[in-house]
C-alpha cells in the first residue's frame, strides 16, 4: 500500500483551478519530486497535503487513514518551508525541539533528540545561535532538522534548494539524499528545476496547468516524455511539427524548413492527417563533415555556447529550420561551418498531446 | 553606499535634534524651573531663579513645592488613582484591541482598508467633540438610558455618568486606536509561514498564538501600551468631563492648581514628579529589553 495516496483531488481559487483532479500515490521510503513550472500547482498540492488547503474535492490518505479534513497539527507530515520559516526569537535548539514539546516529550529525550538532528544535519555546536546568526545553507539544515525532529511518515519539502547558490545547491542535493536514505522518511520534494528532480528524486510527477501529465522513472520522463509539454519542460529538446508522409517505406514526418523527410520510429502507425510532434533530444544529434548513410540534414552552424564540459551547436538548414544538438568534449565547429547532421530514428518519441 | 560627508550627517540629524531641543528639552526644562521658584502674586506669578544685585547673583531654588507634594495625600492619591485609571484603561484597551488588530490584519483587501478606515476615523473629530458626545449617550435620559427603558430592561436610569465607569469608558473609548495601530503593524508584518511552520509541527491554534504570534507582537503590545498609559495618565478632559466627584486624577489637580490656585510652582511641580514617574519606569524597561535583545 502506498503511504499517500490522494485521490482525484481539486482545489479551485475563484475561477482558476489550480489543482484539477490530481490521483498520486508515494510509496513509502521512496522520493518523489513534484516538478512543474511555477502557478503549475504542485504548492498547492503540497499544502493540501500539509493540511493547509482543503481540497474542494477528492480524497488524501496518508498510511491508509483518511486526513482530508485533518487540521495541520493533526497530520503525521511536516514540512520544510522554502523560507525555512525558522522561528527567530528561539535559538537553533528551540527550534529543533519546537514540534517534540507540542507532544509533551520529556525533557532529557527532546535535549537528545536535537542533539541527534543537529548531528545528522552537521551543525552541532550551533544549538544556542539565532536564526539571524546563520548563513543560508545553515538555515536550510536547521529547518531539515527541524522538520525530521518528530519523525514523521512524510516529509514535504518546498523548493528545499531553491534559495541557495548553485554551488552549495549541488552538495546539499547529495546531502538530502544521504540523509533520506539513512532516517527511511518518505520525502515529497516539490521544485521547479528539473535538474534539481532528475538527479534526486526515484520518481517524479510532472504537473502543468493544476493537472497531473506524467508520473514515472527519471529516466521515464527524460526518455519517454508523453507530451509536448513534458518534452520541452524537462530539458532541452528539438521538436519537429508536421504530417506523416506515405512516400518512402520508412515512415517519416514532412516538416515545414527541412527538405529531408525527418525519419519516425520503426512501428509508429498513425493515420493520414493527424499532427505529429517528434521529440529529439540534442545529445542525440550526430554531427558530420560528410553525409551518414540513410539520413541526413544539411545545415550551417548558426551559434555555439561552450559550457564547460560540452557545448550547444545551433543550426540552422537552408529553408530555415532550427537545430540544437549538444556535443560532449571541446568546440570542433565554427560558426558559418557546413555540417551533416543525423540522428537514429528511434531516438526520436513520437507525442500526439 | 554614497557618502553625504560629515557636514551632510551633522545637518541630517541635527535638524531633529534642535527640533526636540527647542520645543521639547527647552520647556521641559521651564517646567523643571518654575516647580523650583515660590508662588507670588505678580506677572510672572512665580519667583525668578536668579536675581541680581550688589552683592552679585543670586539663586532662589527651593524642594518646598516638592516636599509639599510629598506631604500631602491628596496629590499621592491622585497619583495613584490616574495611575489606576490608567493602567486599567490600558489593559482593557489590550484586550480589545489585539483581536480587533488581529481580525484587520487578517481581511483582505478592500475590507481591511475599511476596517483600518474605521479605526482611524475618530481622529477626524475633535476629541472633545467626542467626549461630549459620550455625556448625551450616557446621562440619566440620555441615548443609552432611555433605550434601554424603551426596551424594558429596565425600569430607572442607570448611573451611568460621572463616575468610575463613565471615565475608564472614556479612556478606553479614547485611546483604543493608539493600541489598534501598532498591534495590527506588528501582525501585518508577521510572516504567516511561521504561523503556518507552528501548526506543522503540531501546535494547536492556542499554542501558536501563545508561542508564536504573541512574542512576535510584543513590540507592537508595549508600543501601543505605552501610547495609551502615558497619556491616560496625565487626562484632564475625559475626568473633568465624564468623572464625578469622586474622580481624582492627576491631570485634574494639575488644573486647579494651574488655573483655579494660580499656584504655577505647584502645578510645575506636579507635572516634573508625573514626568519622572512615567519617564523612569520606560527607560528601565528598554534598558533591560536592549540587554536581553544583545544577549
Known sequence: ?353 | MIGIGRLGRVLLIGVPFLWLGFFFLLPLLIVVKISVAESIVGIPPYTPLVTRDVSGLNFHAAVANFVLLAGDQLYLRAYLGSLVNAALATALCLLLGYPMAYAIAHAHGARRQLLLFLVKMPFWTSFLIRVYAWIAILEPNGLLNDFLIGLGLISAPLPLLNNQFSVELGLVYSYLPFMILPIYGSLAALDESLVEAAADLGARPFQVFRAVILPLTLPGIAAGSLLVLVPAVGEFVIPDLLGGPDTLMIGKVLWDEFFNNRDWPVAAAIAVVLVAALALPILLAQKFYEQRQAA
Open chain 1, 1 to 353: 500500500m502506498a503511504l499517500l495516496d490522494i485521490n482525484s483531488a481539486s482545489k479551485h481559487f475563484g475561477a482558476i483551478a489550480a489543482v484539477d483532479n490530481v490521483s498520486l500515490a508515494v510509496e513509502r521510503g521512496s522520493l518523489f519530486a513534484l516538478l512543474g513550472p511555477s502557478g503549475c500547482g504542485k504548492t498547492t498540492l503540497l499544502r493540501m497535503i500539509a493540511g493547509f488547503e482543503t481540497p474542494d474535492s477528492g480524497r488524501i490518505r496518508i498510511d491508509g487513514s483518511d486526513v482530508t479534513g485533518l487540521p495541520p497539527y493533526a497530520r503525521p507530515v511536516n514540512m520544510m518551508f522554502q523560507s525555512y520559516a525558522l522561528f527567530p526569537h528561539m535559538d537553533v535548539a528551540r527550534n529543533i525541539a519546537f514540534g517534540l514539546r507540542q507532544e509533551r516529550m520529556d525533557r532529557r529525550r527532546v535535549a537528545g533528540r536535537v542533539e541527534e538532528m543537529l548531528e545528522l544535519v552537521q551543525m552541532t555546536g550551533y544549538a544556542s545561535r539565532r536564526p539571524h546568526e546563520l548563513s543560508g545553507g545553515q538555515r536550510q539544515r536547521v529547518a531539515l532538522a527541524r522538520a525530521l525532529a518528530k519523525m514523521p511518515q512524510l516529509l514535504l519539502l518546498d523548493e528545499p534548494l531553491a534559495a541557495l547558490d548553485r554551488k552549495l545547491r549541488a552538495e546539499t542535493r547529495l546531502e538530502l539524499i544521504g540523509i533520506q536514505e539513512r532516517v527511511g522518511i518518505t520525502f515529497l520534494v516539490v521544485t521547479h528545476d528539473q535538474e534539481e528532480a532528475l538527479s534526486m528524486a526515484s520518481r517524479v510527477a510532472v504537473m502543468n496547468r493544476g493537472r497531473l501529465v506524467q508520473i514515472g522513472t527519471p529516466k521515464d520522463i527524460y526518455e519517454r516524455p508523453s507530451s509536448r509539454f513534458v518534452a520541452d519542460f524537462v530539458g532541452e529538446v528539438n521538436l519537429f511539427e508536421g504530417e506523416p508522409t506515405s512516400r518512402s517505406d520508412r515512415p517519416a514526418l514532412t516538416v515545414a524548413g527541412f527538405e529531408t523527410p525527418i525519419p519516425l520510429p520503426c512501428g509508429t502507425d498513425l493515420p493520414h492527417g493527424t499532427e505529429v510532434v517528434l521529440a529529439v533530444r540534442p545529445e542525440k544529434l550526430v554531427l558530420s563533415q560528410i553525409p551518414r548513410d540513410g539520413f541526413a540534414i544539411a545545415a550551417t552552424v548558426s551559434s555555439l555556447s561552450y559550457l564547460g564540459g560540452g557545448s550547444t551547436v545551433h543550426l540552422l538548414t537552408r529553408q530555415g529550420g532550427q537545430l540544437k544538438a549538444y556535443l560532449p568534449g571541446g568546440i570542433r565547429f565554427a560558426r558559418g561551418d557546413a555540417v551533416w547532421v543525423s540522428w537514429s530514428a528511434e531516438d526520436g518519441v513520437v507525442l500526439t498531446e
